[in-house]
């Protein structure tokens, strides 16, 4: 199983450097109260009977060093705390990012997206805090803690006790501290999943918030939802609010204790100097500072260890897909049967309904295929099945006549390209997006593509070519544009199935057509067209007319009209039965 904190492993000089030169500032700082103590029991006395400035002068001169070496020592360790940290981070959130890539879309989707970006952003993050504090103060602090309490006891161990108690009674308030606030830390996180969802979901959709005049709900739904996230962060906040003052009332207390405790030993007794009180005092301060510090890390560890839960479910996340191949991927001449569905079903998860159920059809090398169906007929999970985005529930799908879950999936997603219903750029130049397809692509293959996409006739009138800037999901481009970019993409790649996921819907009626023209003439290239018009698939070799899940008729646009009634329903409703022949 693979744990967050094993990329720990490639900072160990960092890990054992820092915390070494920490426990020297600890050392210098444990010192400095027995100087004190020196100065104020003998330097003074001997500067007010003899004179002798040396024994107050000289311990004065060691705890100045003392001081400079300890903040020299901190701000190495901070270095390296700092190195291992940010190094650690990287590391961890590069690997996390490679999982999400690989995941497949049933994982993706079931995570859901909003919890997949508040993984990388703030629960590394938080881990990331995690391994500085480790470095810094999780060795600083019980050393300060325990090195006080020595010290303590070698000056009077009656006095000690009261140092012992107070560190126990702490300890206590602080384990208390950090079972109510656990629970919290983990609903907490969910509530932050739900905004990042919500905030994408509103971002996305903000042309359809705004034509439906629908933001004073959005907002709502927003408020509600931070109103949900405050009401959880201010209850924990509270809980661990009471850490330092709690702390910090023992510790008075303490302080007070000692004070009485110690005033007949001085008073009366002589056994404790003025200077060892001084000490004790200072010990128990440093006890406090220390204490306070390890309340601080009770809180940021139980939110990273909330946060390295998720990471590492991400982490070992068993994916659904398994790449197995069991021949190298081969060719197939054209007529060859290609894909074919024998009997195939599919639902998303155990118990659910089928979304397509006993399909059954035959897709030959070379041939154009069309796949029309009203909305939810199962058209896009058919394609999402050829891709093998998941895998079939039920029958069996082959692929050049073997079974798909037995050919090589990155040689099966090399030979598709596939044009999704929405176009997909990326932030960049043109030439970046077409690179996706083909790292090596000449200039001259990129205008082919993109000739043949119908996209070269805006493309040649910007200034910077195919340098030109693409913004953020390619929002400096119309719909159309979008389209034809996306399919010139697909056309470079060179592949064996060219897949249109309803993706000329934006493009005008002669555009489309020449589009067409020009992919149906590749006569090795086998082509699915999904489409809501019928005029986009009308000259196919062959149209799959699907139907609540299921492939209703199978046959040309001709034969259609014939003995479908539902693909005779669409066309009826887009053309008019004046236009039946």
């Known amino acids: 199983m693979v744990s967050s904190y094993s990329y720990i492993k490639y900072f160990k000089k960092e890990f054992i450097l820092g915390p070494t030169f920490k426990m020297l500032e600890v050392a210098f700082e444990l010192l400095m109260p027995f100087l004190m103590s020196y100065i104020i029991d003998t330097g003074i006395m001997a500067a007010e009977q003899y004179g ?3 024994k107050i002068v000289l311990p004065g001169i060691i705890i100045f060093l003392f001081a400079v070496l300890g903040l020299c020592s901190t701000l190495v360790c901070q270095h390296f705390a700092s190195i291992a940290s940010q190094g650690f981070g990287t590391r961890l959130r590069n690997a996390l990012f490679e999982k999400i890539m690989n995941m497949s879309l049933r994982n993706v989707e079931l995570i859901g997206k909003g919890n997949l970006n508040t993984a990388l952003s703030n629960d590394i993050n938080r ?3 995690s391994v500085a504090m480790m470095i810094r103060l999780v060795l600083r602090a019980p050393a300060i803690v325990i090195g006080s309490l020595i010290c303590a006891f070698i000056i009077d161990w009656q006095v000690a006790l009261i140092f012992l108690g107070v560190v126990v009674l702490i300890s206590i308030v602080l384990f208390i501290i950090l079972f109510l606030s656990s629970k919290k830390v983990v609903l907490i996180q969910k509530k932050v999943d739900e905004l990042v969802t919500l905030t994408n979901d509103s971002l996305n959709g903000m042309r359809v918030i705004k034509a439906f005049n629908n933001e004073k709900v959005e907002v709502n739904k927003f408020k509600n939802k931070t109103k949900s996230y405050y009401d959880e962060m ?20 303490a302080i007070l204790l000692v004070v009485y405790f110690s005033k007949d030993q001085i008073i009366y007794e002589g056994i404790l100097t003025t200077g060892e009180l001084t000490s004790l005092i200072q010990y128990l301060n440093q006890c406090f500072v220390a204490l306070i510090a390890v309340s601080n890390l009770v809180i940021i560890f139980t939110r990273a260890f909330a946060s390295k839960k998720r990471v590492d479910y991400l982490l070992n996340l068993k994916e659904d897909l398994e790449n ?19 009997d195939v079903s599919f639902h998303y998860n155990e118990g659910e309904n089928n979304v397509v159920k006993n399909l059954n059809f035959d897709i030959f090398k070379g041939e154009k295929v069309g796949i029309i169906g009203g909305t939810g007929s199962g058209k896009t999970t058919l394609i999402k099945l050829i891709e093998r985005f998941f895998d079939r529930s039920n029958g069996t799908i082959f692929y050049k006549s073997k079974d798909i879950k037995d050919y090589d999936l990155n040689a099966l997603h090399q030979e598709i390209s596939l044009v999704n219903q929405k176009a997909v750029l990326f932030k960049g130049t043109i030439r970046s997006n077409l690179q996706i397809a083909k790292k090596d692509a000449t200039e001259e293959e990129m205008i082919e593509a993109l000739k043949e996409a119908c996209a070269y006739d805006f493309v040649k009138k910007f200034p910077d070519f195919l340098d030109h800037e693409v913004e953020e999901s390619g929002k400096n481009f119309s719909g159309g544009q979008r389209q034809r970019l996306s399919i010139a993409r697909a056309l ?50 062959k149209i799959i007319v699907m139907y609540h899940g299921e492939v209703e008729n199978i046959g040309t646009h001709e034969e259609l009209l014939k003995k479908s009634s539902v693909y005779k329903e669409i066309y009826l409703s887009q053309y008019g039965e004046e236009n039946v022949n």
């Open 52 to 54: 002798d400035y040396t």
């Open 127 to 129: 881990l990331q805090v």
């Open 234 to 253: 201010k209850s924990v906040n509270f809980i661990n609010a009471l850490t330092n003052p709690l702390t910090f009332l023992i510790i008075n207390i």
């Open 324 to 342: 197995n191949p069991k021949f190298a991927p081969f060719s197939i001449q054209n007529g060859e049967n290609l894909i074919k569905f024998d």
């Open 492 to 541: 470079l790649k060179k592949s064996e199935i060219l897949i249109l996921d309803d993706s000329t819907s934006a493009l005008d009626y002669l555009t489309e057509k020449e589009l067409k023209n020009n992919v149906f003439h590749k006569s090795d290239l086998t082509t699915l067209v999904i489409a809501q018009r019928v005029s986009s698939i009308i000259n196919c070799d």
